[in-house]
């Protein structure tokens, strides 16, 4: 079978390639150069050239084909604008998840399929089973990685089909230690190379430094809220509906800021997320103060003392229909139904027990035990067992 491997240059596409070569198959590799802008990288880091030249030296080693495609002005349309988009709104992207629907098995495997490759492989860790239905249809299943250290399924949660049905992860069966046993025996260059630490498509950037290239920072306030906060004590309503009691929990508390006091100043409500403890500049507190609220119309930050701060908790969320989408489209519910499922809301967040319902007007995930830091545009992604079923953007 002829295979495109998305060389990184990192070890686990390395391996990816290596494995596929010792199963017979031919493979070609390709490098995707990727936006940057060497302004906001940390010091001396220009991470596309360093892997371009450390991905050309692994195809030498295995004596595969190799090129680079250029897909940078691609990945400032669909991920980089993006990004500021959301982050202007007050809402945290995900350009990992979108770099995967968008670009890795979108156009670069168009590109893949028309050098003639019938896959496509990638170094994530995760996995693709298929079954056939009683029509004799095939699905494809994505499955967690069996290193759940480094399970990247998350990253994967909105392949379609047939994006699936094209899509390999050798590695998925592996664990990193084991990934890098392997490199190591066989010499290649990449055995060593620690893992990248960046956003998806420009390697190491101080996020606000990037962000500000497009975001004009703008003064405002940190207001913090206290644990005496009266909304956090008030007895629920009686509903009509579950879908009412849904509406309800999934709903943000729209703090102001006579609800609590000015402590400090911030340099843009935009440069910041919910959950977020650092970068924050304040003092004088037993516990590190986070992120409960932002209210971006008047550029105020609303903070919390300590992880365990009720502002920070809420025990359902919901997703706009229109970003509701199922891997297992067979699977995908009707008005009125609902599921128990796994769910996470971020990427290395253990898997939380939950109900999903998908009503006319909305979908939304309810927990088991209240989430912290449920932050808009993020992904919520379901399982099943170790199944990834669907995901949707947090509204």
Same mark, same amino acid.
Request: with cysteine; net charge negative; aromatic share 10%.
């Given at each position: 079978?002829?295979?495109?491997?998305? /060389?990184? @240059?990192?070890?686990?596409?390395?391996?990816? =390639?290596?494995?596929?070569?010792?199963?017979?198959?031919?493979? &070609?590799?390709?490098?995707?150069?990727? $936006?940057?802008?060497?302004?906001?990288?940390?010091?001396?880091?220009?991470? $596309?050239?360093?892997?371009?030249?450390? #991905?050309?030296?692994?195809?030498?080693?295995? @004596?595969?084909?190799?090129?680079?495609?250029?897909?940078?002005?691609?990945?400032?349309?669909?991920?980089?604008?993006?990004?500021?988009?959301?982050?202007?709104?007050?809402?945290?992207?995900?350009?990992?998840?979108?770099?995967?629907?968008?670009?890795?098995?979108?156009?670069?495997?168009?590109?893949? /399929?028309?050098?003639? =490759?019938?896959?496509? =492989?990638? +170094?994530?860790?995760?996995?693709?089973?298929?079954?056939?239905?009683?029509?004799?249809?095939?699905?494809?299943?994505? /499955?967690?990685?069996?290193?759940?250290?480094?399970?990247?399924?998350?990253?994967?949660?909105?392949?379609?089909?047939?994006?699936?049905?094209?899509?390999?992860?050798?590695?998925?069966?592996?664990?990193?230690?084991?990934?890098?046993? !392997?490199?190591?025996?066989?010499?290649?260059?990449?055995?060593?190379?620690?893992?990248?630490?960046?956003?998806?498509?420009?390697?190491?950037?101080? /996020?606000?430094?990037?962000?500000?290239?497009?975001?004009?920072?703008? %003064?405002? %306030? !940190?207001?913090?809220?206290?644990?005496?906060?009266?909304?956090?004590?008030?007895?629920?309503?009686?509903?009509?509906?579950?879908?009412? %009691?849904?509406?309800?929990?999934? #709903?943000?508390?729209?703090?102001?800021? %006579?609800?609590?006091?000015?402590?400090?100043?911030?340099?843009?409500?935009?440069?910041?997320?919910? +959950?977020?403890?650092?970068?924050?500049?304040?003092?004088?507190?037993?516990?590190?103060?986070? &992120?409960?609220?932002?209210?971006?119309?008047?550029? !105020?930050?609303?903070?919390?003392? +300590?992880?365990?701060?009720?502002?920070?908790?809420?025990?359902?969320?919901?997703?706009?229909? *229109?970003?509701?989408? $199922?891997?297992?489209?067979?699977?995908?519910?009707?008005? @009125?139904?609902?599921?128990?499922?796994?769910?996470?809301?971020?990427?290395?967040?253990?898997?939380?027990?939950?109900? !999903?319902?998908?009503?006319?007007?909305?979908?939304?995930?309810?927990?088991?035990?209240?989430? *912290? =830091?449920?932050?808009? @545009?993020?992904?919520?992604? $379901?399982?099943?067992?170790?199944?990834?079923?669907?995901?949707?953007?947090?509204?």
């Amino acid at each position: 079978m002829k295979i495109v491997v998305g /060389l990184s @240059g990192g070890v686990d596409s390395s391996v990816t =390639a290596y494995l596929l070569q010792q199963q017979g198959h031919e493979v &070609i590799a390709l490098f995707m150069r990727n $936006w940057n802008d060497a302004s906001v990288t940390l010091e001396d880091e220009c991470p $596309w050239i360093e892997d371009s030249n450390d #991905a050309l030296l692994v195809a030498q080693k295995l @004596g595969i084909p190799y090129q680079v495609i250029d897909m940078s002005e691609l990945y400032k349309e669909r991920i980089v604008d993006y990004m500021f988009d959301e982050y202007q709104k007050g809402r945290t992207p995900n350009p990992d998840v979108l770099c995967n629907r968008e670009v890795k098995f979108d156009v670069f495997m168009k590109t893949a /399929l028309s050098l003639g =490759a019938e896959k496509v =492989a990638t +170094g994530h860790y995760a996995r693709v089973e298929s079954t056939f239905d009683e029509n004799g249809k095939e699905i494809f299943h994505l /499955l967690a990685g069996k290193d759940n250290n480094k399970d990247q399924s998350y990253f994967l949660c909105q392949l379609s089909q047939d994006q699936l049905s094209k899509a390999l992860f050798p590695i998925g069966e592996l664990t990193k230690p084991e990934v890098r046993e !392997i490199a190591k025996e066989i010499g290649l260059v990449t055995a060593d190379k620690k893992d990248s630490q960046g956003l998806c498509f420009i390697g190491k950037v101080s /996020l606000p430094t990037f962000l500000q290239q497009q975001l004009v920072p703008k %003064e405002g %306030e !940190i207001v913090e809220i206290f644990n005496d906060f009266a909304e956090y004590y008030k007895p629920q309503p009686n509903f009509n509906s579950k879908q009412q %009691e849904l509406e309800y929990l999934s #709903a943000k508390i729209n703090y102001k800021k %006579e609800d609590g006091k000015v402590i400090g100043k911030h340099q843009g409500a935009q440069f910041f997320t919910i +959950g977020q403890s650092k970068g924050l500049g304040i003092g004088g507190h037993k516990e590190s103060c986070f &992120i409960i609220s932002r209210e971006m119309e008047n550029n !105020i930050i609303f903070v919390g003392e +300590g992880r365990n701060f009720p502002g920070l908790f809420r025990s359902a969320l919901k997703i706009d229909n *229109s970003e509701v989408h $199922w891997v297992r489209e067979d699977l995908r519910l009707k008005n @009125g139904e609902s599921m128990g499922v796994m769910a996470r809301i971020r990427y290395r967040q253990a898997l939380e027990k939950a109900t !999903i319902y998908q009503f006319e007007d909305g979908f939304y995930m309810e927990f088991e035990n209240p989430q *912290s =830091a449920i932050a808009e @545009g993020q992904f919520a992604a $379901w399982y099943m067992d170790d199944e990834l079923i669907g995901s949707g953007v947090i509204s």
